[in-house]
């Protein structure tokens, strides 16, 4: 899943993008509300982290902004504001869900993991086609029978396949999943993580289709 950070201090903005990236998240961070406004514009993210207090344009007007346009991605508020006043008017405004910092990341986890069942980009806690089974909380991936906890970049390469089962996905189509903006990717880091992940089941785990892409069969 790929994740739009919308916050301007810099120690947690690059902790949120570590630790997303460690619970194999793609993410891409701004810093201020104009650039967070042309961020949720381009799209093709399945949750926005947003603060209230941005340089620019406020989380407020950027969450009114959406809503007005009858954008339903899920977007969770990540604010120092605790007043009563300030939570109400941003789930009035749409807000999915209101975290006051400091907060510990398993809290945002979790609470990504229960706004994205309510919107039903996750409604099940595994994905599972007739030999594969991906646990979405633990991280593990049962193939035949053999199960293994995936380092997050293989896992987020997994989840990806069993999304769509069945479904042809480009290079291009897994480098967007698996890397942030401006994250220096090499030309063949989507093999060598194909490579890792048939080392530690079967070659047949993943199906290579020449000149097309990669698949995991339904």
Same mark, same amino acid.
């Given at each position: 899943?790929?994740?739009?950070?919308?916050?301007?201090?810099? %120690?947690? =903005?690059?902790?949120?993008?570590?630790?997303?990236g460690?619970?194999? %998240?793609a993410?891409?961070?701004?810093?201020?509300?104009?650039?967070?406004?042309?961020a949720?514009?381009?799209g093709?993210?399945?949750?926005?982290?947003?603060?209230?207090?941005?340089?620019?344009?406020?989380?407020l007007?950027?969450l009114?902004?959406?809503?007005?346009?009858g954008?339903?991605?899920?977007?969770?508020?990540?604010?120092?504001r605790?007043?009563l006043?300030?939570?109400?008017? =941003?789930?009035?405004?749409?807000a999915?869900?209101?975290?006051?910092?400091?907060?510990?990341?398993?809290?945002?986890?979790a609470?990504?993991?229960?706004v994205?069942r309510?919107?039903?980009g996750?409604a099940?806690?595994?994905?599972?086609?007739?030999?594969? $089974?991906?646990?979405?909380?633990?991280?593990?991936?049962?193939?035949? =029978?053999?199960?293994?906890v995936?380092?997050a970049?293989e896992?987020?390469?997994?989840?990806?396949?069993?999304?769509?089962?069945?479904?042809i996905l480009s290079?291009?189509?897994?480098? $967007?999943?698996?890397?942030?903006?401006?994250e $220096?990717?090499?030309?063949?880091?989507?093999?060598?993580l194909?490579?890792?992940?048939?080392?530690?089941?079967?070659?047949?785990?993943?199906?290579?289709?020449r000149?097309?892409?990669? %698949?995991?069969?339904?």
């Amino acid at each position: 899943m790929r994740v739009l950070v919308i916050e301007d201090d810099m %120690m947690l =903005g690059k902790a949120l993008a570590q630790a997303l990236g460690d619970a194999g %998240m793609a993410t891409d961070w701004v810093r201020d509300g104009d650039l967070g406004a042309e961020a949720v514009a381009v799209g093709g993210h399945g949750v926005v982290l947003l603060d209230i207090g941005l340089p620019g344009r406020s989380g407020l007007e950027i969450l009114r902004s959406l809503r007005a346009a009858g954008d339903k991605r899920p977007i969770l508020i990540i604010t120092a504001r605790d007043e009563l006043d300030d939570r109400v008017a =941003g789930l009035d405004l749409g807000a999915d869900d209101y975290l006051v910092k400091p907060f510990e990341v398993k809290e945002l986890l979790a609470r990504m993991r229960a706004v994205l069942r309510r919107h039903g980009g996750e409604a099940v806690s595994t994905l599972c086609t007739s030999e594969i $089974e991906l646990d979405l909380a633990s991280h593990e991936v049962k193939y035949r =029978g053999n199960g293994e906890v995936l380092p997050a970049r293989e896992f987020a390469l997994m989840q990806a396949l069993l999304e769509r089962p069945g479904t042809i996905l480009s290079r291009a189509q897994l480098e $967007e999943r698996l890397y942030g903006w401006g994250e $220096e990717v090499e030309s063949n880091a989507v093999d060598v993580l194909i490579h890792y992940v048939r080392r530690k089941f079967d070659k047949d785990v993943i199906r290579n289709v020449r000149g097309a892409g990669w %698949m995991i069969p339904k």
